[in-house]
């Protein structure tokens, strides 16, 4: 009757990994058909407008769907730099830039600009997060008007899909840590199905362990006196973390490592960057050396560390970069969102029939207004002065 | 010439409230002519006779004196003054077929016990239904009388007794209704008298201690004592109403053995089988298989927490944060997602799976299954 899930099974009940894991081929092939069709629908409005103009039907340079990744990019780190700002914790920051990414895997900067969506998006983390701040004080500290915060909001949500969850790394980083120091102090003996000697071995092995590598991203280095203390271990497990943590909040973020890889896999990375050695140990005290699993693991935490390592803080454009590209948007845009705030607020009223229950609305204002001006005296309600004889 | 006859109004009547007769404004004497309209109180009697109504006053003029004739023309039977009496009926006619059916009834008293056979009963019954109907209609009246007679004549002991067990039987019935209303009685008696009881005893009780405390004996050993003896006198209430309880209990069974029924055939219930505890997770289970929970961790960030009252207070176990913080680590870390993507992939081409589209502006949105 009773059914045993592990931690595995745990996670494929999440949505991230039924609605937002990817292959990476999978993931080139959705951009370059949200990219196309972006694209014929540039070609459509643009020859509408052009028509317009009069001018002959010249093709409008559009974006490239490179330049629409760069830009992209560009507001993830945007909403890095605005949630830093804001001193928010780092599950929002994470939060926020993954649903910015998942909403340009279905739209394009070509309909929808991302600089009138990251406030948004934004927002939407905070309160998804739990660290909610009011739409006024939010919209203020921004400097945005608020309707303009809110009015994207919901085609965010339904490019979210409605699924609001990220799994992130963080807390799990945290978990390793403590176990990492207990395997340090002697604590930790047993580990299932993989031989150890016991906890005391575990410990001499992990004073044995080499020194990083000069690659590493952990700032500990071997003090010149050569013997390794428990002190020092505890030191070199926490520098080991912080490194980890600074890959998590950059270059992971920055990447398509949400959707290629599974939180775990991308901690472990981060950590392995930081300092090999160390995770080697821990998996192996992880992972029996019989497992089938083993070895893909590794593959597969080797091939997230080689993708968060390949990013580099110069491959986000500069100020000067995204400034050119907005302009070079403005002129292919679409042009039937331009006016978001707008489309919102008639979308809140009812929808259909804008334009009448416009004319609607300004033929009652005016009405009364008038009556207002005139008084109750000029009303056009008849006198009742003669009573019919029933 | 023709008299064209004036219609006739709707009389109009209403019911004395004492007696629920139904009075109308034109309701005449056939003897005096007197109307209600000048006497008030108009009340008519009739008499068993001849079922002839008269007012109450020509009764007693007419029939004051001893037998006399009965004063509507064309009849002319001796009535006597004591049989008069009020009509019950609306209709005169039922009112004579009560009478009648009342007299048979007092004669023809046999039950269904005395015959052995239904049939039998329902034959007397008919023939009895027979003679009543023909006293009623007058038919055959002579024949109908003689065959009366001789009945009469023929089972006269019967009647009696018959009419005796009748008679005893309604009795017996009033008599027990009555004894259920005294005992419920008593019983309300008796609370009432137990209450008055307790009441009495505490007062004494507290009267005694006051007494001996004031006679200068030790306070807590006075009150010991009074509690003592208050307690033994509620023991032995209790035991005495108990004992009575008991006597009532025997009596009760051994009137009921007596006059109980047996139900036969009773279904024996089988007690359903207490419910599981319910499980909140429906029978699933989650396993570490990564990891194994220690029971103290020695990062201090961890640490802080356990010693801390505010958190530890409220039942909160910082292992619970340490056990998220694990299966965090580890979920999805044999989770190989190009792997399953693809073949998620290969699987929707297969079926031929259609990709909605969920009312973007510009993609296509792949389903998910």
Same mark, same amino acid.
């Given at each position: ?390 | ?15 004395? #409230?004492?007696? =629920? ?18 006497? #008030? ?63 048979? =009834? ?119 004592? =009074? ?49 599981? #505890? ?66 998620? =992939? ?24």
């Amino acid at each position: 009757m009773t059914q045993h899930l592990n931690e595995d099974d745990l996670y494929r009940t999440s949505s991230q990994y039924r609605l937002w894991s990817f292959s990476p081929e999978g993931l080139a092939a959705l951009r370059r058909k949200t990219h196309e069709l972006a694209i014929t629908r540039a070609s459509q409005y643009a020859t509408k407008s052009n028509s317009y103009d009069g001018q002959g039907g010249a093709a409008v340079d559009c974006l490239t769907s490179e330049e629409c990744l760069r830009l992209v990019q560009r507001y993830l780190d945007q909403v890095r730099t605005t949630s830093d700002h804001f001193k928010w914790p780092i599950p929002v920051k994470a939060t926020a830039v993954q649903y910015l990414a998942r909403f340009y895997l279905s739209n394009s900067p070509l309909t929808y600009p991302p600089k009138e969506i990251y406030k948004t998006v934004l927002f939407l983390a905070c309160k998804t997060e739990a660290t909610h701040m009011t739409l006024s004080e939010y919209a203020r500290r921004i400097s945005t008007p608020a309707d303009e915060v809110l009015a994207p909001e919901y085609k965010v949500m339904q490019a979210l899909r409605f699924t609001l969850d990220v799994r992130q790394p963080y807390r799990g980083l945290k978990g390793v840590l403590m176990e990492l120091l207990n395997l340090a102090e002697g604590r930790v003996g047993e580990a299932e199905g993989v031989e150890t000697g016991g906890a005391k071995a575990l410990q001499a092995e992990m004073q044995a362990l080499e020194m990083p590598p000069k690659t590493a991203q952990t700032m500990w280095r071997v003090k010149p006196a050569g013997k390794i203390e428990s002190k020092d271990q505890m030191d070199r497990i926490n520098a080991a973390y912080s490194a980890a943590r600074t890959i998590l909040d950059g270059p992971a973020l920055l990447t398509d490592a949400y959707f290629l890889f599974t939180p775990p896999q991308i901690l472990l990375a981060a950590l392995h960057l930081a300092d090999e050695p160390l995770t080697s140990f821990y998996l192996r005290t992880k992972l029996p050396l019989d497992s089938d699993l083993r070895p893909k693991i590794l593959t597969t935490i080797a091939a997230c560390a080689e993708l968060l390592d390949s990013f580099s803080g110069s491959h986000i454009l500069s100020k000067d970069e995204r400034a050119a590209l907005e302009q070079k948007l403005e002129g292919c845009r679409d042009p039937s969102t331009r006016d978001l705030v707008g489309s919102h607020a008639v979308a809140k009223r009812g929808g259909d029939g804008g334009e009448e229950a416009e004319e609607k609305a300004r033929k009652k204002k005016a009405a009364r207004e008038k009556h207002l001006k005139e008084g109750p005296a000029h009303s056009p309600v008849a006198k009742s002065s003669s009573l019919a004889s029933g | 010439m023709s008299r064209i006859a004036a219609p006739k109004a709707a009389p109009v009547s209403k019911r004395d #409230p004492r007696t =629920g007769v139904v009075q109308s404004q034109d309701d005449v004497c056939p003897v005096c002519k007197s109307a209600r309209y000048m006497n #008030p109180s108009l009340r008519f009697l009739v008499n068993p006779e001849c079922y002839h109504k008269m007012c109450e006053s020509c009764v007693d003029r007419i029939f004051s004196h001893g037998p006399a004739a009965c004063p509507i023309k064309g009849c002319g039977r001796t009535l006597r003054k004591h049989r008069f009496r009020e009509q019950t009926f609306e209709d005169i006619k039922v009112e004579r077929e009560v009478d009648i059916r009342k007299k048979v =009834g007092a004669t023809f008293n046999r039950r269904e016990e005395d015959f052995e056979t239904l049939l039998a009963f329902n034959d007397y019954l008919n023939d009895v239904e027979d003679i009543t109907f023909n006293l009623i209609n007058g038919i055959d009246l002579e024949e109908t009388n003689k065959k009366f007679e001789a009945y009469t004549r023929a089972h006269g002991k019967e009647i009696e007794e018959n009419a005796q067990m009748a008679v005893q039987e309604r009795q017996s019935f009033s008599a027990a209704q009555k004894l259920e209303r005294q005992q419920a009685r008593e019983r309300r008696e008796a609370a009432r008298r137990e209450e008055e009881e307790e009441k009495r005893e505490v007062e004494e009780n507290r009267r005694d201690v006051l007494n001996r405390l004031a006679s200068g004996a030790d306070a807590e050993t006075v009150a010991k004592e =009074g509690q003592r003896v208050q307690l033994k006198k509620r023991m032995d209430r209790q035991a005495a109403t108990e004992r009575q309880r008991q006597l009532q209990a025997a009596e009760d069974t051994q009137s009921e053995r007596n006059g109980r029924f047996i139900i036969k055939g009773l279904r024996t219930k089988q007690k359903p089988e207490p419910e599981a #505890p319910v499980d909140p997770f429906g029978g699933l289970r989650l396993v570490d298989s990564y990891f194994t929970l220690q029971d103290d961790y020695i990062w201090e960030g961890i640490q802080e927490a356990s010693k801390d009252i505010k958190q530890t207070a409220g039942g909160y176990d910082v292992r619970d944060y340490a056990h998220r913080s694990l299966v965090a680590a580890f979920s999805g870390l044999g989770v190989f997602v190009a792997d399953e993507m693809t073949q998620r =992939g290969q699987l929707a081409q297969n079926d031929c799976a259609v990709s909605e589209s969920v009312g973007f502006k510009d993609a296509e949105m792949i389903s998910a299954s």
